[in-house]
Nanobody
């Protein structure tokens, strides 16, 4: 059974940093692409960053240069390092696993973490 557990969210001041983690179980991690999404109140869920099984990455324009996605295959864990946080980064962040990654585009699978709240105060 696939299980994804998001963690690492919290309250931080603008300009601060957080690192999110997504721990996977159920043989979903190895050989698959993964991604981080976020959803702010009243807005649609959007892709923030994705990483292929071979560590190719892509980012939303709004987070380029500030966020870094990575994965540790030995620990079945994906990370999102978020620096220089802005109030507009406030959202619930979800990891997605088991997707596909072609030509810089991430295609999500239907495996989601429970979400972790990130709140950035001004």
């Amino acid at each position: 059974q696939v299980q994804l557990v998001d963690s690492g969210g919290g309250l931080v001041q603008a300009g601060g940093s957080l690192r999110l983690s997504c721990a996977a179980s159920g043989s979903i991690f190895s050989g698959n692409a993964m991604g981080w999404y976020r959803q702010a109140p009243g807005k649609q869920r959007e892709l923030v960053a994705a990483i292929s099984s071979r560590n190719s990455t892509n980012y939303a324009d709004s987070v380029k240069g500030r966020f870094t996605i990575s994965r540790d295959n030995a620990k079945d864990t994906m990370y999102l390092q978020m620096n220089s946080l802005k109030p507009e980064d406030t959202a619930v962040y979800y990891c997605n696993a088991g997707g596909s990654y072609f030509s810089g585009t991430y295609y999500p699978a239907n495996y989601w973490g429970q979400g972790t709240q990130v709140t950035v105060s001004s």
